[in-house]
């Protein structure tokens, strides 16, 4: 079947220590997005992609870091400069058509 | 800079009744697409219908409809004859311009609760 894949499901670790969250698409979509979203509130941009080696940046870009050097793939990896990293993970492919998002399951991490 | 808000952080509803979730934007762009998601709480985000900036006619999809003003840069979510199975949050998104490389922003939502 076709769609987006995140993992881990979920996450927990330590104060400090790098995070790499993991987002797949077999949906042949070039553009790729990375939201965070905290209890109760809305989806804020982290970063977006819309072909393989470029990205740029969103609204709350800093302590993470992103990759695309393959279409299928977009990871997103929460770094220990994220003052704040516990929170809900959402990747996303954008479609051709009418340009909505496809979205994955998330990945919920927890930093203890 | 472009921006959605929503100002209904949460709404009760009677059971088939129809409910309108509000919605306004803003953008300097011409050219944009408006969304709404629904994310029930199993976390996982589905679209429900989309509004082009060019387009004439309110978009419908079922018993969703987009009650679209653009002098005025709102987007309402109407969701006629409601049920149970329609609680969740519910968040409009805009994507500014039809570029490859748009961002698209969300807003921070509105909870909608049906009673039985």
């Known amino acids: 079947d076709g769609g987006i894949t995140q993992s881990p499901k979920y996450l927990f670790r330590k104060e400090g220590q790098n995070v790499t969250l993991s987002c797949e698409q077999n949906l042949n979509h070039d553009a790729m997005y990375w939201y965070r979203q905290d209890p109760g509130q809305g989806l804020r941009l982290i970063y977006y992609?819309?072909?393989?080696?470029?990205?740029q940046k969103g609204d709350i870009a800093e302590g993470y870091s992103v990759s695309r050097e393959k279409k299928e793939s977009f990871p997103l990896t929460v770094t220990s400069a994220q003052k704040n990293p516990t929170a809900f993970y959402l990747c996303a492919s954008r479609g051709t058509d009418t340009g909505e998002l496809f979205f994955g399951e998330g990945s919920r991490l927890t930093v203890l | 800079a472009q921006k959605i808000t929503q100002t209904q952080p949460g709404m009760f509803v009677q059971e088939k009744e129809a409910v309108t979730l509000d919605c306004t934007y803003d953008?300097?762009?011409?050219?944009?697409?408006l969304f709404w998601y629904k994310q029930p709480s199993s976390g996982e985000m589905i679209f429900l219908i989309y509004?082009?900036?060019?387009?004439?006619q309110n978009a419908t999809e079922g018993r969703y409809s987009l009650n679209f003003q653009k002098a005025r840069k709102s987007a309402n979510l109407v969701i006629s004859a409601s049920q149970l199975g329609d609680s969740a949050m519910y968040f409009c998104?805009?994507?500014?311009?039809?570029?490859?490389?748009?961002?698209?922003?969300f807003g921070s939502g509105t909870r909608l609760s049906i009673r039985p």
């Open positions: 998104a805009m994507r500014e311009s039809y570029s490859s490389a748009s961002k698209i922003i």
């Open positions: 992609s819309q072909i393989v080696n470029d990205f």
């Open positions: 953008t300097s762009d011409q050219s944009y697409g």
């Open positions: 509004q082009g900036s060019y387009d004439e």
